[in-house]
């Protein structure tokens, strides 16, 4: 056991947030970090793995990935996509015609370790995650679960896992020292909150454990909005009424912050009442 005075002397940064995932949510203080567990959750369709995919791809740190909802070939071309520009109908083709193009691209994103078993259980990911260290002389600065309640293990019922992965996501990031990241999904009702759901929305009510959980969804035009429900390092939004907008092209798997269209000259500017 060590003291207060002695823990930071030793200048630790176990829990020193990760690089920002996206700058509007830097200016949020909504960070994630270090030897900690935070969570992304949506209702099914709400472009959390996009979401999670662009947050993971800006942070740029070393991440083991359970991917057990999509497989190495929508990640593979949604990358692609996502780094070219070009939408992921085509870059699903490269990986069969254009491989050397692909890999030559793809071989950029090497800190990206991914795992695409649909049905891992919490032996595997400690399991992978002392692989990984055995072979990097290190764990991994993020391990990240797509989707949470696909972790499959002997605890019981569904609600009794969630749980238990709670409690084990918990342990796992104080002795790795990474952050953990759990994509999740939020209750698909009448009664949840859109277009982003309230904490108490979460599927399975296991929002004790993280110490930030952000919510995504789609309005009626089809925009992206996400609202941080939780937050113990600053200012957390419960009811999600305060979400903002993110940029999402779903073409190109593209999420990134959102820039307010300006107004053009010689157009009337309905916000205003005049002509500019």
């Known amino acids: 056991m060590l003291t207060l005075s002695r823990s930071v002397s030793r200048g ?30 949506g209702i099914p369709g709400s472009h959390k793995t996009r979401l999670m995919l662009n947050a993971v791809l800006n942070m740029q740190v070393p991440t083991l990935l359970f991917s057990t909802d999509s497989d190495r070939t929508t990640v593979a071309s949604r990358i692609l996509a996502r780094v070219t520009g070009q939408p992921t109908e085509e870059t699903e083709g490269w990986l069969i ?23 891992p259980d919490l032996d595997h990911i400690w399991r992978s995650a002392y692989a990984y260290a055995e072979v990097e002389g290190q764990y991994p600065e993020q391990i990240v679960v797509d989707i949470a309640s696909d972790i499959g293990h002997d605890a019981g019922d569904e609600w009794a896992t969630l749980r238990d992965l709670m409690r084990q996501s918990k342990i796992l990031a104080r002795e790795t020292g990474a952050h953990v990241l759990l994509v999740h999904h939020a209750s698909d009702s009448p009664n949840t909150k859109r277009p982003c759901p309230r904490r108490s929305d979460i599927h399975g009510k296991v929002a004790a454990i993280p110490e930030v959980i952000v919510t995504c969804g789609t309005d009626y035009a089809g925009q992206l909005h996400v609202a941080c429900v939780k937050n113990r390092h600053a200012k957390a939004d419960p009811q999600a009424d305060n979400a903002f907008p993110m940029a999402l092209d779903a073409s190109t798997s593209y999420v990134g912050d959102y820039v307010a269209p300006q107004s053009v000259p ?5 916000n205003e009442g005049e002509k500019q």
């Open 12 to 41: 630790s940064g176990a829990t020193a947030p990760l690089p920002a995932p996206f700058r509007s949510w830097d200016s949020r203080s909504i960070r994630f970090r270090r030897a900690s567990v935070s969570m992304l959750a």
């Open 97 to 119: 015609d254009r491989r050397s193009d692909a890999a030559q691209i793809l071989a950029g994103f090497d800190w990206l370790r991914c795992d695409f078993r649909p049905d």
């Open 266 to 270: 010689g157009y009337w500017d309905y």
